[in-house]
């Protein structure tokens, strides 16, 4: 069943030549400048708390994946997001898609392909830092 309702969709590109081996079920963090400035559009944009923002395999919004958001805040353009992308093949682009813009749209609860549970689901404790906002390593 396809994404309905949602008004606003855009492709992400991940570059496989980053890695040097192919990975599966790999929780990605994505920041605000993974995103174009209509997600965070006043009119048109994704909900304040993002519970509207979804991501799938696919053009059509069939294939849901896991996310978890770790911080939102439209009036200064903040989103960090955890997607669980199923496989990022090396030197190979996976593209996975972003929806939002669906005013009746709900956090995605136990159940749904969304759920932020499943992008931990084979982890024994997940820390989110304070003000995680951009995406770096400040540690060795």
Not at 34 to 41: L, M, Q, R, T
Not at 77 to 92: D, Q
């Amino acid at each position: 069943m396809a994404l309905g309702g949602w008004l606003s969709k855009c492709p992400i590109n991940i570059h496989g030549n980053l890695i040097s081996t192919t990975v599966t079920n790999f929780p990605m963090l994505m920041v605000g400048g993974n995103f174009p400035s209509d997600i965070f559009a006043s009119s048109g944009g994704c909900l304040t708390n993002g519970g509207d923002i979804r991501f799938t395999t696919d053009v059509n919004g069939v294939n849901e994946i896991a996310r978890d958001i770790v911080a939102i805040n439209k009036t200064t353009n903040i989103l960090s997001v955890y997607v669980l992308v199923p496989t990022i093949t090396a030197g190979t682009t996976t593209t996975i898609y972003c929806w939002w813009n669906n005013v009746n749209a709900n956090e995605p609860g136990l159940g749904s392909p969304s759920q932020k549970e499943l992008v931990w689901a084979n982890y024994y404790g997940v820390l989110h830092f304070k003000n995680m906002t951009t995406a770096y390593r400040d540690w060795e």
